[in-house]
C-alpha cells in the first residue's frame, strides 16, 4: 500500500499546532507497519538549516496557476525512516513565517497543484492520498478536474482530514477562475461556492473519498450547527463516508523516563522524582519552593478559542486558593494582559510565561500537577494527552478529544485519568478545579489518579490502525484499481 500525506506543515521541520504534530509522527508509524507511507510540504525559509543542507535535488518542471506559469523544484530528505518532498518555489515560500500572507489562495493552489504534477517525476505513484486540513484541500479537486483524464492518475483514491474546521481557506470568487484555472460551473452551492467566496475546505470534504476529522466527539459535533462553521449540511451529507479518529503523540518524544529536557526523569512508579521537577521549575521561575502545594499548568495559545474568557471570569477565585498558576504561550493581546497583572498582583502565585519554549513546555508537564484546558471547542488537542503521559492531570470541558480522551476521576470506583465539565460556564470550571485541589492533599488517592493517567495509551499505535482500515476499504475494490504491472507501465510512459 503507498500512501502520500500532503499538508502543509509537518515535525520535525516545521511546525504551528497540532496538524504538524499529526503529518510528522504519523506517517512514522504507519512505516512501522509496513506502509509506504511519504510525505509533501511547501519548502520554507523557516526550515532549519541543518534540514535544508540535507535536502536532496530531484527535478524541476513548470507549475500552471491559472494563466501563470510558474518554476517549480522538487527536494527530498528521509528522516526517521520517512522520505519527504519539498516544494521549492522562493516566490512563494521564501518568506519570514508560514502563513497569513495576502496571496494565501495563490500560494496554496500552486503547492496542490505542483504535487499532483510531480508525482509522475518521482518514481512513486500512490494508492491515496492523504490531504490534510484546508491548504491541501485542492488536491482532491485538481485530481477529479484537471488531471483524472491522465491514465496516470486515474483510480488515485483520496482522504481528506479536517484538523480544524474553524480554518476553512475562503477567498474572493476572483480565484476561481484566476487562480485556479476552473469554470463558473464549479462556482455552486454542490461544489465550491460558498457565500459568495470560494472555500477550499469545501472542496476538499466534496470531492474526497473519505472524510476524517480528529477525534470521533468531533466528528459528531461538526455536524451540528454549534460547530459545524456552516459546513454542517454538507458534513451530514457526508455521514456514510466520515469517520473521527483521534490523534495519538510520539511515545518517544514525550517520555517522562527519558525526556532530555527535563530536570529529572521518571515513571509513575518514581512519584518522587517527580517531585524533584516540580522543586526545580518553581525556583527556576521564582516561585517559592514548595512541595505541598498543587501546581496548575496552561501550555496553550492565549486565545478565547482555548477557554480564556472562562479563566477570566474566576480568575481572582482560582489564585484565592493556596496553589501556584504557570501558563506558557502566546496569542490575544487581553490574555497577554490578564497574566501579566496576575503575575504583578500574586508574584508567589503566577508565572506568566508569554512566549513560545519548548524546553520549558516539557518542563512544566513534568512538573505541573494539574492541566487546564477548559477549551470551548477542541478538535482533537494534544496538550492533554502529553499531560497525561507526563501525570499532570487535565481540568478539561467536554468537548471533542477533550471528552474522548480524559476520563473524568470517579471517586467511588478509583477510575479516571483527570478531571471534566459540561457546560462552557465559568463556574463550572471554578467548581471542578475546587474539587481537584480538595483531593491533591490525599496523596495516596492522587498518586492512583496519576497512575491511571499515564498508564493510557494516546500513542499512535490504535488510530493507526484505524487508519490502515479505512485505507484498505478504498483499496480492497481492486477491479477499481490499476494492477502494479499497469502503475509501472503508466509510470515509465508519463516520465518518458
Known sequence: ??????????????????LGDVAGSLPKELK???????????????????????????????????????FCAVQELVHDGVTFYFVDNEYYFKRPGIYGFYDEAERYAYFTRAVLEALPKLDFRPDIIHAHDWHAGMVSVFLNTHYQHIPFYQNIKTVFTIHNLAYQGI?????????????????????????GNVNFMK????????????????AEEIQRPYFGENLDGLLRARNNSLYGIVNGIDYNEYDP??????ASPYSWR???????????????????????????????RLV???????IERVLEEILSMDLQLVVLGTGEERYHHLFSWAQSKYPDKVSANLKFDNTLAHQIYAASDLFLMPSKFEPCGIGQIIAMR???LPVVRETGGLKDTVQPYNEITGEGTGFRFANYNAHELLYTVQRAVGLYADKKLWHNIMKNAMLSDYSWRQSVMQYRDLYEQLTVKKDLLLTEQDSAEILAKEVE
Do not use: C
Open 203 to 218: 472542496g476538499g470534504i466534496i470531492y474526497s473519498d473519505i472524510v476524517t476529522t480528529v477525534s470521533k466527539t468531533y
Open 171 to 195: 477567498f474572493p470568487a476572483v480565484v476561481l477562475e484566476d487562480i485556479l484555472g476552473l469554470g463558473m460551473d464549479y462556482f455552486t452551492n454542490d461544489k465550491l461556492e460558498f457565500n
Open 257 to 262: 523516563a527519558t525526556d532530555p529536557l527535563i
Open 270 to 300: 518514581a512519584t518522587r522524582k517527580r517531585q524533584e521537577n516540580k522543586l526545580k521549575l518553581q525556583e527556576f521561575l521564582g516561585l517559592p519552593v514548595r512541595r505541598d502545594v498543587p501546581m496548575l499548568a496552561m501550555v496553550s
Open 32 to 70: 512501522r507497519q509496513g506502509v509506504d507511507v511519504r510525505v509533501i510540504l511547501p519548502k520554507y525559509a523557516d526550515i532549519p538549516a541543518r534540514f535544508r543542507e540535507q535536502m536532496i535535488f530531484i527535478r524541476d518542471f513548470d507549475v500552471y496557476v491559472g494563466w501563470r506559469k510558474q
Open 1 to 18: 500500500m503507498k500512501i502520500l500525506f500532503v499538508a502543509a506543515e509537518a515535525v520535525p521541520f516545521i511546525k504551528t499546532g497540532g
Open 304 to 310: 478565547s478559542a482555548k477557554g480564556l474568557d472562562l
Open 390 to 392: 507526563y501525570g499532570s
